[in-house]
């Protein structure tokens, strides 16, 4: 940290610099360990997928195979129109999370500042976050249709209520994680508080603010796909009831491993972009 004209400036170590030789062994081994992580879970996945069919010996005419759903996603003559559908579902439900995604984090972050600088609205934020929070979003939808209609801002309002208090909760502890010696020099040079929130704070808060990302990526798909089914018609949400309400398992199966593997890809890409931001700010060892 420097001080420039009685005002303050951070600089966290290793910014505006490029990645040391180490730093970037360091992040190649976290990305690869990332990569070999999603590989495995996968894996995991597919190995209890095949293995709870056959445990509870589900019928063949509702549980599908792996071999099965690549099939029906590859080895049928309709499987390219298939794949054109759902990619074209997929865009929706990936645009309807993405509007969900950025009102959820965006609110989180401008509460979470808000409550870390006047600690007095603390009280008044946080338990009606955790309200929101565990209500059943079943329960809210007809009353947020009824206040907000059936478009966009319904879609954005019940993906944001999915993301907002977790992420609320870890960017507060992070924006706290200012040590009372940072506190101090930033004050010493002539800061307010304000100034240690931004200067300080927010640097400080990089780790608790990409784990609030990981845990928005899921959660913003989760609140659209519960937004399409309930309100919009769209999507691979509302996809999914009208397959399954036509008996079309084969068709059930492939949208949601569409859209779970979509979520683990977005997972990953939310850990490679956390690790590359912190390696390059010298945190590192923050995204192992």
Same mark, same amino acid.
């Given at each position: 940290?420097?001080?420039?004209?009685?005002?303050?400036?951070? !600089?966290?170590?290793?910014?505006?610099? $490029?990645?040391?030789? &180490?730093?970037?062994?360091?992040?190649?081994?976290?990305?690869?360990?990332?990569?070999?992580?999603?590989?495995?879970?996968?894996? +995991?996945?597919?190995?209890?997928?095949?293995?709870?069919?056959?445990?509870?010996?589900?019928?063949?005419? /509702? &549980?599908?195979?792996? #071999?099965?759903?690549?099939?029906?996603?590859?080895?049928?003559?309709?499987?390219?129109?298939?794949?054109?559908?759902?990619?074209?579902?997929? =865009?929706?439900? %990936?645009?309807?999370?993405?509007?969900?995604?950025?009102?959820?984090?965006?609110? *989180? /972050? !401008?509460?979470? $500042?808000?409550?870390?600088?006047?600690?007095?609205?603390?009280?008044?934020?946080?338990?009606?976050?955790?309200?929101?929070?565990? +209500?059943?979003?079943?329960?809210?939808?007809?009353?947020?249709?009824?206040?907000?209609?059936?478009?966009?801002?319904?879609?954005?309002?019940?993906?944001?209520?999915?993301?907002?208090?977790?992420?609320? /909760?870890?960017?507060? %502890?992070?924006?706290?994680?200012?040590?009372?010696?940072?506190?101090?020099?930033?004050? !010493?040079? =002539?800061?307010?508080?304000?100034? +240690?929130?931004?200067?300080?704070?927010?640097?400080? #808060?990089?780790? *608790?603010?990409?784990?609030?990302?990981?845990? #928005?990526?899921?959660?913003?798909?989760?609140? *659209?796909?519960?937004?399409?089914?309930?309100?919009?018609?769209?999507?691979?949400?509302?996809?999914?009831?009208?397959?399954?309400?036509?008996?079309?398992?084969?068709?059930?199966?492939?949208? !949601?491993?569409?859209?779970?593997?979509? $979520?683990?890809?977005?997972?990953?890409?939310?850990?490679?972009?956390?690790?590359?931001?912190?390696?390059?700010?010298?945190?590192?060892?923050?995204?192992?």
């Amino acid at each position: 940290m420097v001080a420039r004209g009685g005002g303050v400036t951070a !600089v966290l170590p290793g910014a505006g610099q $490029a990645p040391a030789p &180490g730093r970037a062994g360091s992040l190649l081994r976290a990305v690869l360990r990332q990569v070999g992580t999603a590989v495995l879970v996968l894996a +995991v996945v597919v190995l209890l997928w095949t293995v709870l069919l056959r445990v509870f010996d589900v019928s063949p005419y /509702v &549980g599908k195979t792996p #071999a099965e759903v690549w099939t029906t996603l590859f080895g049928e003559d309709d499987s390219a129109e298939l794949r054109a559908e759902i990619g074209a579902l997929l =865009g929706q439900t %990936l645009l309807d999370a993405g509007v969900g995604f950025g009102a959820g984090l965006l609110s *989180a /972050v !401008v509460l979470a $500042a808000v409550v870390v600088r006047y600690r007095l609205l603390e009280g008044a934020v946080m338990p009606v976050a955790l309200v929101l929070q565990t +209500v059943p979003l079943i329960a809210l939808a007809p009353i947020l249709i009824l206040a907000v209609g059936r478009g966009y801002v319904l879609v954005a309002t019940m993906s944001a209520i999915v993301v907002l208090f977790p992420a609320l /909760v870890n960017i507060v %502890l992070g924006l706290r994680s200012v040590t009372p010696q940072m506190r101090d020099l930033v004050l !010493v040079y =002539g800061g307010s508080p304000s100034t +240690v929130l931004r200067r300080v704070g927010f640097p400080s #808060a990089l780790p *608790a603010l990409f784990a609030s990302v990981r845990i #928005a990526v899921p959660g913003a798909l989760t609140g *659209a796909l519960l937004a399409e089914w309930l309100a919009t018609g769209k999507g691979i949400g509302y996809a999914v009831v009208s397959a399954a309400g036509r008996s079309q398992n084969a068709r059930v199966w492939a949208l !949601v491993v569409v859209v779970t593997v979509t $979520a683990l890809v977005l997972y990953l890409l939310a850990q490679l972009v956390e690790a590359a931001v912190l390696s390059r700010f010298g945190r590192a060892e923050a995204a192992r």
